[in-house]
């Protein structure tokens, strides 16, 4: 399970790692680029039942920690899944990865 610390190191969003990797591309992209969105995500076992949403800006700190020391293999199709709906209005909505065929 790898952490997104957003703003201070006290708030803490938890993913597992694979995605993790998928959103820090995808949320790198953005920043880059100056632009802000949010991203929302279905809450996980273990959490209170609901879902989350959180807006990104390039002014507010950010840092990504993996449990996995070894970097994962990027799937293409889920990056092009994320920033598309990154681009669209309703922001990134983290969805459970597809199989790569």
């Known amino acids: ?17 694979r995605a993790l990797a998928h959103l820090k591309v995808v949320i790198a992209t953005k ?3 100056g632009e802000s969105f949010t991203i929302s995500w279905v809450h996980g076992p273990g ?3 609901g879902r989350s949403t959180v807006w990104i800006s390039p002014s507010i700190p950010l840092r990504f920690v993996f449990d996995d ?8 199709r889920y990056l092009d899944q994320l920033a598309t709906s990154a681009n669209s209005s309703g922001g990134i909505q983290l969805i459970d990865e597809d199989p790569v065929p």
């Open 1 to 17: 399970m790898g952490t997104m610390f957003y703003g201070d190191d006290s708030t803490a969003l938890h993913f597992e790692d």
């Open 31 to 33: 920043l880059r680029r």
């Open 47 to 49: 959490e209170q039942r």
């Open 69 to 76: 020391p070894e970097p994962t293999t990027l799937n293409p």
